[in-house]
Every structure is written in structure tokens, then in C-alpha cells.
């Protein structure tokens, strides 16, 4: 069993290498139960060419358009953008790239906003620490299921005072909602997760994502796989993923990943870790180490060449 480099419904990961849309075309309609992605934010990196802001939506608007129609009718669409930047002014490009979905019958569910703590620093304005997660539906019955992202209650032995309920527990015992509000370091360059992509998702980020809007075995697409963060959240979890790569060391780097993750040997951050507090006053909880089981939604990797290598 592998790695399939073309989509193939039965394999635990489809890694393709070339543009997103030619993956995309060949997944069939409603095959997915989540679309998650970090698209390129148009900011001249090496990975990407820098585009008038019109043209720039109109290319995201020809992928958006395809990944809806590979979107199942219960499924989920997570949008992480950043701000378009020029000669100092920024656009928020969630705001730019609303108008997109709204066209396709979208619905908006929650503006998650990404808090990190570390980053450029501004000179002539406030230093950016922020990004955004723009989570819509296909229709109002779609899935979704709060507790297995359940975070620590504030005051978890708080009980009602009076009332019917006087004396009992006034908080879920399986934690609360972690609101539309997420603190998650970015990754930099002394965090564990780090590679050579200069825009990396902490996979602890998209492990939110997947446990609370799949199933296990469920599809979970990425057009821009970068190294595979969206892929190795979802197949830990026991569910499969596909998606796109075209910057050559981005998708080598992406297999170097898979095949770590298989053999129990790649370090993440673990979602229950509390972020760094210099006053030392929270438990030290270590790297984990994840190993991708063999399971009928999980199965053994096998390195596949790239195109055009014997």
C-alpha cells in the first residue's frame, strides 16, 4: 500500500504534483467531507507569482469553485488567509475572498480568528498577529461535533447556586467550546514542526478542524498541500486526504514527512499543550511523537518518485 500520486479514492493519501485543478478535476463530486487549505496570500514568496489583487481572486475563485463541487452536501469548507499587502496598505483577503463563496451558495459559519504570538515587526503600523480562518457550510445540515476539541473549563468544579440545579456541576465535565478564538503558535524557526516552507500550518491547528467536522475514514482535501500538515492531521486521525503540491522541494519534503509520521518518528506539537507562559506557572507537556497506524483508513506508505524520476 502508498502514497498514490494521482487521486485515488481507496488510498490513505493522494499526493499529487502539479496545479491544484488538475487534481481536482478528477474527484468526483461530494467525495469530500472537509476542504482545508492555506492558499498562497500573493505576496511575491518564492513559491508564488505576485498578481494584481482582481486577478488574484479570480484564480482563487476557478479553484474555490472546483473544491465546492468535490464538497459534500454535509461537508465543510476552511479558507486560512492572511492580508494582501501593498506599498504598506493591506487587504484582509477574507474579505476580498467572501464575496467568492457567498456566489456558490456558501454559508458562513464562524470567522475564526488565529491568534500566534510571534511574527514580523511592524514599524508603521501594529505588528500583524492574527490571521483567519473563514469556515462555511454547503447547507444547514452539515456535520459537526464539539466534543473531541473540547478545551479545560475555566472553573471546572463550578456549580450552580441556585435553582433546579443548585449545587450541580454549571459547566460541560468534557470542557468548553474553544470559541471562535484560537491561540496556536505559528510555525517558526525554533518550533518543533519546522521545515523548509517559509508559511507552515501547525498541525495542531487543522487536528481542530478534522476531528470536529469528520468522521474517521472520511475524504479531507487540501489543493495547496504545501508539506503535508493537512495530510498528516487527517491521517492520524484515521482519515484520509488528498491534495496538490507543485514546488518540487515542498513535495519531496511532504513525502520525508508522510514517511516519518508512518515510522513514529515525526515530532508535533500536541493540541493539549498550553502555550508557552514565561512566568512558568503551566505543566511541561513534550512533543509527541505520531506513527500513522495500519488500519483499513490508515494505511502503510511506500516513497513514490516524482514525475519524470526513474
Not at 206 to 235: C, H, K, Q, W, Y
Request: charged share 25%.
Amino acid at each position: 500500500m502508498q502514497v498514490s500520486p494521482f487521486f485515488d479514492s481507496e488510498a490513505s493519501v493522494s499526493l499529487f504534483k502539479g496545479d491544484c485543478l488538475d487534481l481536482l478535476k478528477d474527484i468526483p463530486d461530494e467525495a469530500a467531507q472537509l476542504i482545508v487549505t492555506s492558499p498562497p496570500y500573493n505576496l511575491g514568496k518564492p513559491y508564488e507569482s505576485r498578481l494584481d489583487l482582481s486577478e488574484y481572486v479570480s484564480q482563487q475563485k476557478k479553484v474555490i469553485t472546483e473544491c465546492v463541487r468535490t464538497l459534500h452536501r454535509s461537508g465543510s469548507i476552511c479558507w486560512q488567509v492572511g492580508n494582501y499587502v501593498d506599498k504598506g496598505e493591506i487587504v484582509p483577503l477574507d474579505i476580498a475572498l467572501y464575496p467568492v463563496f457567498e456566489s456558490l451558495g456558501l454559508q458562513l459559519r464562524n470567522r475564526i480568528v488565529w491568534h500566534f504570538g510571534h511574527g514580523l515587526h511592524a514599524t508603521k503600523r501594529f505588528s500583524g498577529r492574527y490571521e483567519v480562518i473563514l469556515w462555511f457550510t454547503r447547507s444547514p445540515d452539515y456535520y459537526f461535533d464539539l466534543d473531541p476539541i473540547r478545551v479545560p473549563q475555566k472553573y471546572p468544579n463550578k456549580k450552580a447556586f441556585k435553582g433546579d440545579k443548585a449545587g450541580q456541576l454549571s459547566c460541560n465535565p468534557l470542557g468548553k467550546n474553544p470559541s471562535d478564538v484560537w491561540d496556536v503558535p505559528n510555525v517558526k524557526s525554533n518550533h518543533i514542526e519546522k521545515t523548509i516552507h517559509p508559511c507552515q500550518f501547525p498541525v495542531e491547528l487543522i487536528e481542530r478542524l478534522v476531528l470536529s467536522m469528520t468522521r474517521p475514514g472520511d475524504l479531507v482535501i487540501d489543493p495547496f498541500m504545501g508539506v503535508a500538515s493537512t495530510a498528516i492531521a487527517a491521517l492520524i486521525h484515521g482519515r484520509r486526504a488528498a491534495g496538490a503540491e507543485i514546488m518540487d522541494d515542498y513535495y519531496q519534503e511532504a513525502l520525508d514527512r508522510l514517511k516519518q509520521a508512518h515510522n513514529g518518528l515525526l515530532k508535533i506539537r500536541p493540541m493539549e499543550r498550553p502555550v508557552h507562559n514565561p512566568n512558568g506557572t503551566t505543566s511541561y507537556v513534550p512533543p509527541k511523537l505520531v506513527q500513522i497506524a495500519d488500519s483499513p483508513q490508515s494505511r502503510l506508505f511506500e516513497r513514490v518518485k516524482p514525475y519524470g524520476v526513474d
